[in-house]
């Protein structure tokens, strides 16, 4: 994966509004050619709340700073979370948080929820959303201790990478990989080619 480079402020190309190396990998591996801004936003983040709305407006305040920073780019924001019913399970703040929040998930199925939100220039956000689910294994505590000991899943939704190697909290899945990974890929040939933004080359699997 190429380094992400930070543009000049009159670039016109595609801008991946986002500091995540996991949705650089996606991008880039789907062929696209982009650079990469992240807005510092501040994030709805609340724990009891509607988990679509919040990634919504997460996906709509990035996109929307992007594109106010670079107009003249086609813009792609993206957010992510990890919902049991309405409990917004968002990244943990330290390791107590993030083994909690996987015993949450113990032996229960989940969902994954992802809004894309993408800007021509000089235009409004467009959203799309899409949502997976997660099947657990049910784990006793100290092999959920030692995945995070070892994976340090604290820059992830949930406390947990689907594409970590040698996971294993995940039983099963359903709906795209890639959404759960944090970006649904897939569903954004159409959006992106509607900005004039089209792979360059062969997507990589």
Do not use: W
């Not at 919902?83 to 996987?102: C, H, S, T, V």
């Amino acid at each position: 994966m190429p380094a992400p480079h930070t543009p000049d402020p009159a670039y016109g190309g595609l801008l991946l509004a986002s500091a995540s190396p996991r949705r650089r990998e996606i991008l880039t591996r789907a062929g696209y050619t982009f650079a990469v801004h992240s807005p510092g936003v501040d994030e709805l983040d609340d724990a009891h709340g509607d988990p679509v709305a919040l990634v919504t407006e997460n996906a709509r305040r990035k996109a929307a700073a992007a594109a106010t920073a670079y107009p003249r780019a086609c813009v792609l924001a993206a957010d992510t979370t990890v919902a049991l019913g309405n409990r917004i399970l968002n990244k943990p703040n330290d390791r107590r948080e993030a083994i909690a929040m996987l015993l949450s998930l113990n032996g229960r199925t989940h969902c994954v929820h992802t809004a894309v939100a993408t800007v021509p220039p000089g235009g409004e956000p467009r959203l799309l959303f899409e949502t997976s689910e997660v099947a657990f294994y049910d784990l006793p505590q100290d092999e959920i201790a030692a995945y995070v000991d070892a994976a340090r899943p604290f820059d992830k939704a949930g406390s947990y990478g689907i594409q970590d190697p040698g996971n294993p909290l995940v039983r099963d899945y359903s709906g795209l990989l890639s959404n759960i990974i944090g970006l649904p890929v897939e569903r954004l040939t159409a959006p992106l080619a509607a900005l004039g933004i089209h792979p360059d080359r062969v997507a990589r699997t």
